[in-house]
């Protein structure tokens, strides 16, 4: 399997989005692990809209891990 990541950016998973993600939502397949992607709805809503990002320079932790969590706080 090729685990090699297309770019080195990452979703923080904080989204304001318009109500129109609804009708991609409806019609998407089952995606990785065979749950609906909203990523995959975000790319096919960008192509009728513009969809805008912002890029954070700053480091990230993984708060699900104790160590990442940790860090997150006193950051």
């Known amino acids: 399997m090729n685990r ?3 770019s080195n950016l990452v979703i923080m998973e904080r ?3 318009t109500t129109n993600i ?3 939502l409806e019609n998407k397949s089952e995606g ?3 749950d609906i992607q909203l990523t ?3 790319e ?3 192509t009728g809209q513009a969809v805008y990002t912002f890029d954070l320079e700053g480091s990230r932790h993984d708060v699900g891990e104790k160590l ?3 860090k997150t ?3």
């Open 4 to 6: 090699t990541a297309p």
């Open 15 to 17: 989204y304001v989005l």
């Open 44 to 46: 096919q809503l960008n």
């Open 22 to 24: 609804f009708d991609y």
């Open 68 to 70: 990442g969590f940790v």
């Open 73 to 75: 706080t006193t950051e």
């Open 32 to 34: 990785a692990g065979g």
């Open 40 to 42: 995959d709805a975000i």
